[in-house]
């Protein structure tokens, strides 16, 4: 299954009665990545008023979820999710933060503020095309790494994880449609040793 992400980070800028709104769009595939650039953007930008966001996950949008951060309910992050889904994108965190200008929006004014900061960012985002994909860990011996090296470049297949421990260990991405024929050819190395 094809769907629609975005190729790198983007930002863009937006300014309302002196409050100054800073969209940051992320391509995502993991709920740990997400945590891990909420948490960078958070250091980057500690003295900002808000660090709202919202993020969709998966092919089909399984996982997703809008934070206000503070800002009155379904303010900041609805907004913000809104305008990924309007762009039928996914695996895509947009974090939008907020210095306070002083001058009070209003409801109305915020969700305008976080919609417009929102759409710059993505508009500024190159759209990609992406795969389903599904993991498959396996696990192998040293002297066997030449041989599961090759095989994973043959299939053009991807490394997400890899160690070498007192057995290697890869977990390997493997387009959802393929999975059928790739498993097999890797069946052997999923045993547990």
Same mark, same amino acid.
């Given at each position: 299954?094809?769907?629609? =992400?975005?190729?790198?980070?983007?930002?863009? %800028?937006?300014?309302?009665?002196?409050?100054?709104? =800073?969209?940051?769009?992320?391509? %995502?595939?993991?709920? #740990?990545e997400v945590r891990i650039i909420l948490e960078k953007v958070r250091k980057e930008y500690p003295d900002a008023s808000h660090h709202c966001y919202a993020y969709i996950l998966g092919a089909n949008g399984e996982k997703w979820?809008?934070? /206000? /951060?503070?800002?009155? +309910? +379904?303010?900041a992050g609805t907004p913000i999710l809104q305008q990924i889904k309007s762009k039928n994108l996914k695996d895509v965190?947009?974090?939008v933060v907020r210095y306070f200008g002083g001058v009070k929006l209003g409801v109305s004014g915020l969700?305008?503020?976080?919609? #417009?900061? #929102?759409?710059l960012a993505l508009d500024e985002a190159e759209i990609c095309e992406k795969t389903e994909t599904l993991t498959l860990s396996i696990t192998y011996n040293y002297d066997e790494t030449t041989q599961i090296m090759k095989l994973i470049h043959q299939h053009k297949l991807t490394i997400v994880?890899?160690?070498? /421990?007192?057995?290697?260990?890869?977990?390997?991405? %493997?387009?959802?449609?393929?999975?059928?024929?790739?498993f097999p050819i890797f069946a052997k190395w999923q045993k547990k040793l």
């Open positions: 299954m094809q769907y629609q =992400s975005i190729q790198k980070p983007a930002q863009a %800028v937006y300014k309302e009665k002196g409050s100054k709104f =800073s969209a940051f769009a992320y391509p %995502v595939s993991t709920e #740990t979820r809008a934070n /206000d /951060d503070g800002e009155p +309910h +379904h303010s965190l947009v974090i969700i305008n503020a976080y919609k #417009t900061a #929102t759409a994880q890899q160690s070498f /421990d007192l057995f290697c260990h890869a977990t390997i991405l %493997v387009g959802k449609s393929e999975y059928e024929n790739i």
